[in-house]
């Protein structure tokens, strides 16, 4: 599908669209009326009602992430077009519009800024968030250099959770299904005094592991499941209004998991390095075959207290947070073979300090505007990064400290009918590295560590025209960058530059009636100085290089329509082209002929081939349906499709994730007073194949599945 095609068929949608759509509905003479829900979101840091942003937005709702399946951070690709979301080794790599990162090194940070309530995510690794008590989800595409800054090259991911109310209120779900899977969660609010309130949120999940051992000789024991995941999270937050004007919330949270089955791998195709017939070797997507009993643990707690001050026309907003995080992996069993070749064991450990000023005003009818400050420090260290062989061990304690500071500031005038929006944000960020092999310091820091001072300009420039109150048009330059780094796997006092995303959009909003709502963007992305791994082929291990240009065009298409009351649709669609356009030094892994199944690495040109994990296609379909019944009960069946077109895994094209198709649904029987509710869910329910994340390496091609189907009940409370 062209980008002209997906154009057309967005003006088709439009001109299709019902006639009792385009006509006024009976609530203008005072009727009820049950539509399309107003969508509020912070994508220009102040609330705005979505179709009056001129960015390209994907909100879901609490309601809407439960109808649709998506249960963790891992999903959320299944519901915004044009993006997708993959692991590497724990490494959670979100990729939208064709643009992310898939790099593996010490604090790294993504592509892709996550916020919880206002609270930047310090790193990827580990970065999986069970969707307990969430409020929202705002993803937004596109670099977001000025509001957000560093490492929101490919957008942002805005999560919001439930807030503390004076009125009491509580959420409770238990939900039991196949693999043995028991998840518990619960919310309760409520006021402690004249203008303070509270609210505590649980989150439990636990399941058997869908990888079984096809190896006698590791000691796991032959036919048994590898790995049991289990995780859960707490979260608490106090509330104090000392007058109307001014609101403090102090929150804590803490999140556990031990969850293996991102880094169980498995060898696939032609074999592996000493493979010889009747050997273990993979039958299935599930079975694993390596030596090691590998492991994957992940903890993050914080702290934050966020302060908005209603002043006059200007709202203050001061955000403070301190978070400590730490992903650890015990024997990941990095070439997939019944043979130790390399088992590598990460403590990847830190704490993370923010400081967030905004002062923003949208008082005016001319003139709405934001600036900002924002101040980071991460410490930052990998205690032990470890490589185990057959003939011994090399440890390597990498240690990373991180000052970052910005000022930014953003404006809207209104002339007329147009909106005129300009913002500029200025970065500066240093970096100090050192760190120890086997003990002993190298020599490159005999005389300390070394330093690196990266700054940045990223500015932003949009125009929009708003045809009426329900359609605007707009167009965009934006730029973003992500951070600098040095190399954590080969202590090189070299530092790897920043790299940069120029993106121009155009697009248009239009809601009809409040039933239909059309959101559709056309884009062109710029990306130099990619970032992008090389493995070495004798320890495994990643490094870091600046290598590559990337050109992203596409176009995304966005339809909410409620034909009739409680029946609700919503239809995603993207067309992407992203490709290299310079890339003459790729390191890439080509099967050596008549081999064992080992591969031997090569540097190619790989220029004009497709960027990884970037599918030509995406379009995702969800559709939910409340039926009353007599006595004041409902029933809401729900279901969601999520299509993918092939990717590339590889940045040679050899490796790929073909197309698939993702199902879930769910059958809902809400008893009368809504209080509780009973279901039956699943998720993947075709049982499509698909994978976490698929590599190279001198040992063997090498995979790791995503889960199966997924299916059980569930019931609900609340009041």
Known sequence: ??????????????????????????????????????????????????????????????????????????????????????????????????????????????????YIDGVYMPTVNGQLYELANIESIQVLKGPQGTLFGRNANTGAILITTRQPQQEPAGTFTLSYGNLDAIHGAGFLTGGLGERVAASIAVNYDRHDSWFINRNPANGLGLGSRVGKPERYTTRAALQFRPTDDLKITLSGDIMRGNDPSPIIIQPYGGGYQGFTPGAPFPQGPYDYVGNEDVDYETAQ??????????????????????????????????????????????????????????????????????????????????????????????????????????????????????????????????????????????????????????????????????????????????????????????????????????????????????????????????????????LNSLTNLIELRNAAKVKSDGVDLEVAYTPVDDFNLRLGMSYLKAEFSRFPNAQVFLPVPNSDGRNASAIVDVTGKRNVRSPERTVNLAADYRIELSDGGSIVPSASVYYSSKFYWTVDNRLFEPSHVLVNASLTWNLPGDALSLAVWGRNITDEVRFRNVSATTQADRRAADEPALYGVRATYRF
């Open 301 to 534: 707690e914080g702290v934050s207290a966020a302060v908005e001050w209603n002043l006059a026309d200007v709202l203050i907003r001061s955000t403070t947070a301190f978070r400590s995080y730490r992903a650890e992996s015990f024997d990941y069993d990095s070439d997939t073979t019944p043979t130790r070749f390399t088992a590598i064991s990460n403590r990847d450990v830190g704490d993370n300090f923010t400081q967030e000023i905004l002062i923003s005003s949208d008082q005016s009818e001319m003139l709405s505007w934001v600036i900002g400050g924002f101040y980071l420090r991460q410490d930052g260290r990998q205690d032990p990064l470890q490589v185990d062989f057959a003939a011994g061990r090399t440890v390597l304690v990498p240690h990373q400290l991180t000052d970052a500071w910005a000022g930014f500031a953003d404006a809207t005038l209104k002339l007329g009918n147009f909106d005129l929006t300009g913002g500029l944000r200025y970065s500066r960020e240093t970096k100090d590295f050192e760190g120890t092999v086997n003990g002993a310091t190298p020599p490159a820091y005999a005389n300390g560590g070394v330093s690196k001072t990266w700054t940045s300009w990223t500015p932003r420039a949009v125009i929009s025209y708003h045809v009426n109150p329900d359609a605007m048009i707009y167009a965009s330059f934006s730029q973003g960058f992500k951070s600098g780094a040095f190399n954590s796997t080969t202590l090189s006092p070299v530092p790897i530059d920043p790299e940069q995303v120029d993106a121009y959009e155009a697009g248009f909003k239009l809601t009809l009636d409040r039933r239909f709502s059309v959101n559709a963007a056309v884009f062109h992305y710029d990306t130099s100085d990619l970032q992008v791994q090389a």
């Open 1 to 114: 599908m062209t980008i002209k095609s997906c154009l057309i068929l967005s003006g088709a949608v439009v001109s299709f669209c019902p006639a009792s759509v385009l006509a006024q509905d009976a609530a203008a003479d005072g009727d009820q009326f049950t539509g399309l829900e107003e969508v509020v979101v912070t994508a220009q840091r102040r609330e705005q009602k979505l179709q009056d942003v001129p960015i390209s937005v994907t909100a879901l709702t609490s309601a809407e992430l439960t109808r649709q399946g998506v249960t963790s951070t891992h999903d959320i690709a299944q519901s915004v077009p044009g993006m997708t979301i993959t692991e590497s080794g724990g490494y959670v790599q979100p990729f939208i519009r064709g643009v992310g990162s898939t790099v593996t090194n010490l604090g790294e940070p993504g592509s892709a800024a996550t």
